[in-house]
């Protein structure tokens, strides 16, 4: 009786131990691999979106310089056209000074105003007629690039959007093949139990 016992009592403990550990650590690498799938295709998600808002503030930054290019050009134009018409008043005063007993006689004074007059109007219709294809070259410009960067934050929030409606669905689905390999694991674990009974 006492060598009965003892067989008895050695394989209940083999039994119970294997047992225990089994469905512990089964469970725990399959809840590990999933665990690190989410962890995976959230650190991937996270990466799109900085990938995308990097995309945008970069996007963003050019068309700012881009901008402040061109004001700095219509600037410069600005700053050469007041230093060639005080280049240009300069040199007419002193032509003028040279001359006057010449003009005096032959131009009356009202009729030389009118000249100036007319002078500075042609130059500034000349001027306007210059420098409309360069304004609506700009103009066209910074249109385009406020399309394309509109169209790119469009775009970003599409995306995002399309995830997110997508991410209840692909949580379900990881959550269902989370169950069903731990299903698969616990039937594959139990049957190789009996198998063992059974021999």
């Known amino acids: 009786m006492a060598q009965k016992k003892m067989e008895t009592a050695p394989a209940a403990d083999e039994k119970v131990i294997p047992a225990a550990v089994e469905p512990i650590a089964a469970g725990s690498f399959v809840n590990t691999f999933w665990d690190q799938f989410e962890q995976s295709r959230e ?11 990097a995309y945008i503030n ?3 930054e050019v068309i700012k310089f881009n901008k402040q290019y061109r004001k700095s050009i219509g600037k410069l134009y600005e700053q050469t056209k007041k230093t060639n018409k005080d280049m240009v008043t300069e040199l007419m005063n002193q032509f003028n000074g040279g001359k006057e007993d010449l003009i005096e006689e032959d131009i009356p004074v009202n009729d030389r105003e ?5 002078l500075k109007e042609v130059s500034g219709q000349l ?16 249109q385009l690039e406020d399309n394309i960067e509109r169209n790119a934050e469009s775009s970003a929030a599409y995306a995002r959007e399309r995830r997110n409606a997508w991410f209840l669905v692909r949580k379900e689905y990881v959550k269902l093949a989370r169950n069903t390999h731990l299903n698969l694991v616990d039937r594959g674990r139990k049957s190789f139990k009996e198998l063992i009974k059974t021999q």
């Open 114 to 118: 009118e000249l100036k007059q007319q």
């Open 127 to 142: 001027e306007k007629l210059a420098l409309t294809p360069i304004k609506s070259i700009f103009h066209i410009v910074d």
């Open 58 to 60: 970069a996007l963003r």
């Open 43 to 53: 650190r991937a998600l996270k990466i799109r979106e900085n990938r995308e808002e």
